[in-house]
């Protein structure tokens, strides 16, 4: 099968690109090496599959999930949901069904108090059969789903307790229990070429309210996975740790796993930070081994955009999108280049000078987060993310539920598009290892992007689009060699999702390391809709917006339904050390609260979260190494 699109004339790319300045090379790409665990050549005589999926959902499995009682769904709905069958949302008993069935799933239940929940409400002796478990099972009977969870998640404030905990309630025999239920529904729900389940979990290390979470998938089969436990920070809370527990696991079983951090803007700097555990600063087999096991981070989710910060990014006028910088302790905390993707792609620039080796090389995806079991990421019928919340006179209005995460702070989204030789599991988990994935805020917008030294202008609307950037360059997630003085070229197609907005432009960021030490970074508009001209400091005139606020209603009267360009760095130094992604913008859509004010007569004025959002999708960058 081979990926195409339905893409403008050659003659109005070529026009698109002499917009910018740019002359079409002659010379094909020479010196062009693909860093990775798999080779970035596809299967021969085919091309790649994008693939939709959704790598962070919680079921009522995870504790804190469970803090609602019986409005979340169970694992078995959060599978159906996602394979597109209509299923029952336990919080209101109405029937629910995606928009479109995603490929692939991974659930990631909390690998603390895995399923533990569920059993104490259902009596399992093995669990209330101890003196933990009847006393949370009492608080369960008597306050109901949130005292519970509470209770399970703040157990370790007394050191008896938490000896206790593990020794006859949390034991490996209770734990080995719940995970093997949690293999066999990823077991029943998992078809290859059609559906994927991913066996997969989260360790939630949280030091000082601090968020430090991993979501981690591994590529093996259920009879593999019941051979080991997940590792949760009731073990550790260092990524070191979790980190050794792979090593060894896959010595042992020859499983093996990807660790995806994520709400890093939730981190106060912590996640991407200069020193490890000890405080120590990070060296080359340091770096080399956070890049072996977190080649991947999630960009993007319900609780907040972190690919950056207008403090750090002065100068990209969309960097203030969908922020969110609130603790669990509920205190704002200070902007940290550590708390973003890009101040780390920008800080990896600076230690791999330093040291030779990059910590910080990984890909993007985008995930939900959620904790109602389904993945649901459309503005216009989101089922939030705690399912506490999810009546419209609960997210908004004088009777809205406070708490930590409430659903109008929300944005809905996001999803992971992965270029992958096959739907299923090693090769799904085998794009995730080279990278060559990106993550949208929920509309299934078509990007792809390779980057070389030969590209030229008409490449961008070739029928084999995809066979010559994979002989001529590197896809998203690779790294250029040595250019010989040449500047990249990045030949880039992004499309709107078939049932979503046009597209509003195509950027190209920037980030690279100049002789003097310093970090730099720069967003270019490279591809547009529209009549708009760029003005001279390369910004852009705004697309528009068509958004009626009294209908949430849109038009397709502005935007474009395909962008694409082949891209030159004409200010390229072969000396410095840079990264390269696109971003891709829709035009301005309805946020989410929008629909409930709406259907409840509530003034839009009255609420202090803007009205329309600009979904976008954000690809994995390529890296130039000198």
Request: glycine share 8%; aromatic share 10%; hydrophobic share 40%.
């Amino acid at each position: 099968m081979q990926a195409r699109f339905l893409l403008a004339s050659v003659a109005a790319l070529s026009l698109a690109a002499c917009s910018q300045g740019e002359e079409a090379p002659t010379a094909l790409a020479q010196n062009i090496a693909v860093t990775g665990v798999t080779p970035a050549d596809p299967l021969p005589e085919s091309d790649r599959v994008l693939l939709w999926g959704d790598t962070h959902v919680h079921s009522r499995n995870s504790v804190d999930a469970f803090a609602t009682g019986l409005a979340s769904a169970d694992i078995d709905s959060a599978y159906r949901f996602a394979r597109g069958i209509p299923v029952v949302f336990p919080k209101t008993g109405q029937r629910v069904q995606i928009d479109r069935p995603l490929d692939f799933l991974v659930m990631s239940d909390h690998a603390e108090n895995l399923g533990i929940s569920p059993r104490i409400e259902a009596g399992d002796p093995r669990v209330v059969d101890t003196v933990l478990g009847s006393r949370f099972a009492r608080i369960l009977a008597e306050q109901g789903g949130a005292a519970f969870s509470t209770a399970m998640m703040g157990f370790d404030q007394a050191e008896a307790d938490r000896a206790a905990y593990f020794s006859e309630f949390l034991t490996d025999e209770n734990r080995q229990v719940s995970w093997d239920a949690q293999v066999a529904a990823a077991e029943r729900h998992n078809f290859p070429g059609t559906f994927t389940a991913i066996i997969g979990w989260e360790w939630s290390s949280t030091p000082n309210t601090r968020n430090l979470h991993r979501i981690v998938m591994t590529d093996v089969d259920g009879d593999v996975a019941r051979q080991f436990l997940p590792f949760s920070y009731y073990q550790s809370d260092r990524p070191e740790d979790l980190w050794s527990f792979f090593e060894q696991t896959r010595a042992r079983t020859g499983a093996d796993f990807v660790a995806m951090p994520h709400n890093s803007n939730l981190s106060d700097g912590l996640m991407f930070g200069l020193e490890d555990s000890d405080g120590n600063p990070f060296t080359a087999a340091y770096a080399e081994r956070r890049s072996m096991w977190e080649p991947v981070v999630e960009v993007s989710q319900y609780k907040g955009t972190s690919e950056t910060h207008p403090v750090f990014s002065t100068t990209d006028e969309f960097a203030n999108f969908e922020l969110r910088n609130m603790l669990l302790s509920g205190q704002p905390t200070e902007a940290s280049q550590g708390s973003y993707v890009r101040g780390a792609y920008l800080r990896g620039l600076a230690e791999a000078a330093r040291i030779g080796r990059n910590p910080f090389q990984f890909g993007m995806i985008a995930a939900s987060d959620s904790h109602t079991g389904f993945a649901s990421v459309e503005e216009d019928s989101f089922l939030g993310k705690m399912a506490e919340d999810f009546r419209p006179a609960e997210r908004v209005g004088p009777d809205a539920l406070a708490g930590i995460f409430p659903n109008v702070q929300m944005s809905a989204g996001g999803l992971a598009g992965v270029w992958a030789d096959r739907n299923d599991r090693q090769s799904i988990f085998a794009a995730f290892r080279r990278k060559e994935v990106y993550g949208t805020t929920g509309p299934r917008m078509r990007v792809r992007v390779f980057a070389g030294y030969g590209f030229e202008a008409a490449d961008a609307a070739r029928a084999d689009f995809a066979d010559r950037g994979y002989r001529m360059g590197v896809p998203m997630g690779g790294t250029l060699a040595r250019s010989d003085g040449r500047a990249p070229r990045l030949m880039i197609q992004a499309a709107m999702d078939p049932e979503g907005a046009n597209l509003d432009r195509v950027q190209v960021v920037k980030g690279w390391l100049a002789a003097d030490g310093t970090l730099h970074e720069k967003v270019f508009n490279v591809a547009w809709s529209g009549n708009r001209r760029m003005r001279a400091d390369g910004s852009l005139p705004a697309v528009g917006n068509t958004v009626d606020l009294a209908t949430a209603r849109y038009t397709k009267t502005i935007g474009k339904a395909e962008l694409a360009t082949v891209w030159t760095d004409t200010d390229f130094d072969p000396a410095e050390r840079a990264f390269y992604y696109v971003r891709v913008l829709q035009i301005p859509t309805p946020r989410q609260h929008v629909f409930d004010a709406l259907a409840m007569g509530i003034d839009l004025a009255t609420i202090d979260i803007p009205p329309t959002i600009q979904e976008r999708a954000w690809s994995s960058p390529v890296w130039y190494m000198p």
